[in-house]
């Protein structure tokens, strides 16, 4: 069996945010395999299903992010999941938008959903998959740019 986890916060201020791309990334692998995310315990949501002949479960915890680690460690402990078999999903705000990373092992970094699975499952022997949230510079140099020319045309418009 798989514990598939996507990191987000549960509130509704944080859906379509790149916070939650660890939600967003699950709902699409729960979507394009039929399993339906529609079950509670241990203060997430989740659904079980078959991927590829593999028997899933598919976790999205409800308590904010810096917590995560608790569900996956009750997960994992009632499940009898192994390391090996579970793959932790999250933003990284460390890597630019639109690249992946698949790891085996590594630290946290600066991710405190991470921190917390780091430190509830005693070990960082899991995979993770990080999705890179980052803009790039040339966007945030072209935002500054843009604001900076219509506070310019504002001020010469009101003279």
Same mark, same amino acid.
């Given at each position: =069996?798989?514990?598939?986890?996507?990191?987000?916060?549960?509130?509704?201020?944080?859906?379509?945010? +790149?916070?939650?791309?660890?939600?967003?990334?699950?709902?699409? $692998?729960?979507?394009?395999?039929?399993?339906?995310?529609?079950?509670?315990?241990?203060?997430?949501?989740?659904?079980?299903? $078959?991927?590829?002949?593999?028997?899933?479960?598919?976790?999205?915890?409800?308590?904010?992010?810096n917590l995560s680690g608790i569900?996956?460690?009750?997960?994992?402990?009632?499940?009898?999941?192994?390391?090996?078999?579970?793959?932790?999903?999250?933003?990284?705000?460390?890597?630019?938008?639109?690249? $992946?990373?698949?790891?085996?092992?590594?630290?946290?970094?600066?991710?405190?959903? =991470?921190?917390?699975?780091?430190?509830?499952?005693?070990?960082?022997?899991?995979?993770? $998959?990080?999705?890179?949230? +980052?803009?790039?510079?040339?966007?945030?140099?072209?935002?500054?740019?843009?604001? +900076?020319?219509?506070?310019?045309?504002?001020?010469?418009?009101?003279?």
């Amino acid at each position: =069996m798989y514990l598939i986890v996507g990191l987000g916060n549960p509130e509704e201020e944080y859906s379509n945010t +790149r916070h939650n791309v660890g939600f967003d990334t699950v709902n699409e $692998i729960a979507k394009h395999n039929e399993i339906e995310i529609n079950k509670t315990k241990y203060n997430s949501l989740y659904g079980q299903g $078959i991927i590829k002949g593999e028997k899933v479960l598919i976790l999205k915890p409800q308590t904010y992010m810096n917590l995560s680690g608790i569900a996956v460690r009750n997960f994992r402990d009632f499940y009898k999941i192994p390391g090996d078999n579970i793959i932790i999903i999250h933003d990284d705000i460390d890597i630019k938008e639109g690249t $992946i990373k698949i790891r085996k092992t590594g630290g946290a970094g600066t991710h405190n959903g =991470m921190k917390s699975v780091v430190q509830e499952l005693g070990n960082k022997d899991f995979y993770r $998959i990080r999705i890179g949230v +980052r803009k790039s510079r040339k966007t945030k140099r072209f935002k500054r740019f843009y604001t +900076r020319e219509n506070k310019k045309r504002r001020k010469n418009n009101n003279r």
